[in-house]
């Protein structure tokens, strides 16, 4: 007969491991005195811990839930998801910019004092080439 193996897993996860925990205690507090675990250094700490593991892991599944919900609403208002939407803020900043620009042309800082970031830099140049220039390059070995 070969010789079979085994292991016994300690869950990572903290919604397993608590459970475990639980289980474990379960078992313990039914067999009371007889229990072999007992003996483990400082156990009756053990349900304390376990106690406040539960309730912190609670607190933290409702605050990332809530977490959650707030970023979607504020992502909502700010007009992050996607295409620019009307009465967002996004939409609202980018018309205070085109109707900024429109009225400072020429003196586009002043876009600065309403806390606009403005950049200048070399204007780009633009180079036109025709289908025939394409083909013609593409033709050259």
Do not use: C, H
């Not at 309730?55 to 809530?66: A, I, K, P, V």
């Amino acid at each position: 007969m070969a010789k079979q193996t085994f292991s016994v897993d300690v869950p990572t996860n903290p919604d397993d491991l608590i459970a475990l925990a639980k289980a474990i205690l379960a078992k313990d507090s039914a067999m009371g005195a007889t229990s072999p675990l007992k003996g483990i250094k400082n156990w009756s700490a053990f349900s304390g811990l376990n106690g406040t593991a539960d309730t912190s892991n609670d607190t933290s599944n409702n605050l990332y839930q809530q977490a959650e919900e707030a970023t979607q609403v504020r992502d909502n208002a700010l007009g992050q998801s996607g295409q620019l939407k009307e009465n967002t803020v996004r939409w609202f900043v980018t018309s205070a910019r085109d109707i900024l620009l429109g009225l400072n042309k020429g003196s586009e800082q002043q876009l600065g004092e309403y806390g606009f970031n403005v950049t200048y830099g070399p204007a780009a140049t633009a180079t036109k080439t025709t289908a025939a220039a394409q083909a013609k390059a593409a033709a050259k070995p």
